[in-house]
């Protein structure tokens, strides 16, 4: 069983940045899919980006390309998500999710996540 716990959502102006983490605990071995959904009010849940635990490929949706970086600590234990440039668009529950697999083609089919972290908020205002 894995855990995963997010933090570092909050309220910014358009153009800002934020920083989300999750840390994950529990049994975590490579491969291991880790990334980042978000969830709009009245959308569903997109695919932002994802990262192989096993090798650091990353993944990124085309809307947040050149905005967004992943990043993994040492420990390879917390994925963070640096926003940058933000949109009113951007808004959205932020949930951080974790596969024993490989990213590959499914890496933004939230189907194919097993673990999920409760959510944290971000809101960009105009």
């Known amino acids: 069983q894995v855990q995963l716990v997010e933090s570092g959502g909050g309220s910014v102006q358009a153009g800002g940045s934020l920083r989300l983490s999750c840390a994950a605990s529990g049994y975590i071995s490579s491969p291991y899919c880790m990334g980042w959904f978000r969830q709009a009010p009245g959308k569903e849940r997109e695919g932002v980006a994802a990262m192989q635990r096993y090798d650091g490929t990353t993944y990124y949706a085309d809307s947040v390309k050149g905005r967004f970086t992943l990043s993994l600590d040492n420990a390879k234990t917390t994925l963070s998500l640096e926003l940058n440039s933000l949109k009113p668009e951007d808004s959205a529950m932020y949930y951080c999710?974790?596969?024993?697999?490989?990213?590959?083609?499914?890496?933004?089919?939230?189907?194919?996540?097993?673990?999920w972290g409760q959510g944290t908020q971000v809101t960009v205002s105009s």
């Open positions: 999710a974790a596969d024993p697999g490989w990213c590959g083609y499914k890496w933004s089919s939230q189907s194919d996540f097993r673990y």
